[in-house]
């Protein structure tokens, strides 16, 4: 294995296991918002000025298809709220990849960017499937007319439920990197998660209803939905 990649896995590993716990930490979520079929909660965060958050919706569609979705970064910026562009750097394996990622900031702030690993996995168990997503923002150079977030640990959760339904759960703790205005924490906790999820519910899955993934087992239950555009669940 080449020594960068194993530095690599060794180095986000790590943060994934650091990540996971401070999103997991014993202060309770505060529901913010529930309208639209979309539920947003918010908790403080002893690492960064912005709240950690937590958007949860219900969609009628099958895991591959839902997973194809999260793969398509050349997509990202047609459905998640204020992201500017995205470019895969590379696929470390059929489960990894590295990404750059840039945020739309309103002027005059500058656009902030990140490059962010991401890793796939289920409980072979409950069937959840599970992107979690650590920044790399050393991994390259910072350009002089964008802001480098300090750090962007997220972790989208796909959970099969009844009815062939999946509870999509969308949870993130954020540092801009740099003095965290109010028009920035309502950016980064509140705006950008809501209307990302709402956008979710909207979309088509067609383009992606023969998506198959060694990683993933889909439900074998009567009722789990097949590939094609999202139903949305009220």
Known sequence: MPIFRMRLIQCTAVALAMSLVSLANAEEWLLELNEDGVKHFTKQSAETPVKSFKTITVVKANLSSLVALLNDSSQFPEWMHKTLEVEKIRDISSQESLVYHVFDAPWPAKDQDNVLYSKWSQDPETLIVTKKIVSEPQYINEF?????????????????????????????????????????????????????????????????????????????VEGVAMAGSVSVVK
């Open 144 to 220: 002089k007319n964008r802001q480098r977030q300090q750090f962007f640990n997220a972790q989208w959760q796909l959970k099969p439920i009844d009815g062939g339904e999946i509870e999509v759960t969308y949870t993130a703790e954020i540092h801009p990197g740099t003095e965290a205005r109010e028009w920035m924490v309502q950016l980064l906790a509140y705006e950008m998660p809501f209307k990302t999820m709402k956008n979710l519910r909207q979309l088509s899955l067609s383009g992606y209803k023969k998506a198959r993934f060694a990683y993933v087992r889909e439900p074998s």
